[in-house]
């Protein structure tokens, strides 16, 4: 799912193309992708774009009169630039915005359709869509604190949960985790000032980190591949591979669709954190360090 640093780039690289510009068309290849009926659709053509803004993980275009159009990508869901009318071809192409300079087209990777548009007026409509999460600009340390705190939740669930903080998921939460040196699944409750200010630091260093690494790929183009995985990460989508800073192999909890990457070294004390699935399974047998669970890999071989 495009988090902070992907939704960022993306309305950087759209505002000069859009803003200022009417809406000639919105175009729906998939009826399902619209989620309102008042406004409808026909409300927009011919506004002119006055404004770009993200509220949590949601790209808005702020059209004349208090018109708003909300893209939310979830998981699969992307945005290209292309010709003006480009003709929506394949189950992938959603949705389009036709502007005089061009065509902002919504896409969808896979069979599930999650991604989705609302057509709203008025910012108490807007803010009905807004789920609610802290920016993390407006936080001081003590803020940070206080936010996160609210919850007794683990780190990993607190940091993605868009009503305490906006913008971050999957991704970015094992890289902010990673650089903070603490553990997917430590208790928010249980954490000491030293602790809380390694969070607060990773967590506004790796959003920005990543945020100039995609505004220098994108180039003042547009996006050419917005990801959850990236190479350079340090542990998110990594599972098997050396960690960068200590070598040990990067490990991961999964559950549901959701999955969590961590370094036992870095992260952990050594310990590898149970897979709730496996832990059920094997039971006693779980291993307790990456140690032991090479030595049993090595024993099936």
């Known amino acids: 799912m495009p988090e902070l640093p992907d939704l960022t780039v993306y309305l950087e690289c759209l505002a000069p193309k859009v803003v200022g510009a009417p809406l000639e068309a919105l175009r729906l290849a998939s009826p399902f992708v619209l989620r309102t009926v008042e406004p409808p659709p026909s409300a927009l053509e011919g506004r002119r774009v006055t404004g770009l803004r993200r509220v949590g993980k949601r790209v808005v275009l702020e059209l004349e009169a208090q018109h708003f159009l909300v893209v939310h990508l979830m998981i699969a869901g992307r945005l290209a630039w292309k010709a003006r009318g480009v003709r929506l071809a394949g189950k992938a192409q959603l949705a389009a915005c036709d502007f005089p300079g061009g065509s902002l087209v919504l896409t969808e990777a896979g069979t599930q359709r ?48 868009p009503r305490l903080l906006s913008g971050v998921g999957n991704a970015y939460s094992d890289e902010i985790l990673h650089a903070a040196r603490l553990s997917p699944v430590q208790l928010t409750a249980n954490l000491d000032e030293a602790e809380w200010t390694r969070l607060h630091d990773a967590t506004r260093a790796v959003l920005a980190r990543w945020t100039e690494r995609l505004r220098a790929e994108a180039a003042g183009g547009w996006p050419k591949q917005v990801t959850a995985f990236h190479p350079e990460m340090a542990v998110h989508g990594r599972f098997g591979a050396p960690c960068p800073d200590c070598g040990t192999k990067v490990q991961r909890i999964v559950y549901a669709s959701r999955e969590t990457n961590y370094c036992p070294t870095c992260q952990t004390g050594g ?13 006693a047998d779980w291993p307790r360090t990456p140690e032991e669970l090479e030595e049993r890999r090595a024993r099936a071989d």
């Open 114 to 161: 999650r991604a989705s548009l609302h057509v709203v007026r008025g910012e108490e409509a807007l803010r009905a869509l807004d789920p609610g999460g802290a920016e993390l600009d407006a936080l001081d340390r003590a803020g940070f604190v206080e936010v996160l705190t609210r919850t007794n939740h683990t780190l990993k669930r607190a940091l993605t949960d």
């Open 271 to 283: 310990r590898l954190l149970a897979d709730r699935a496996l832990s059920r399974l094997l039971k």
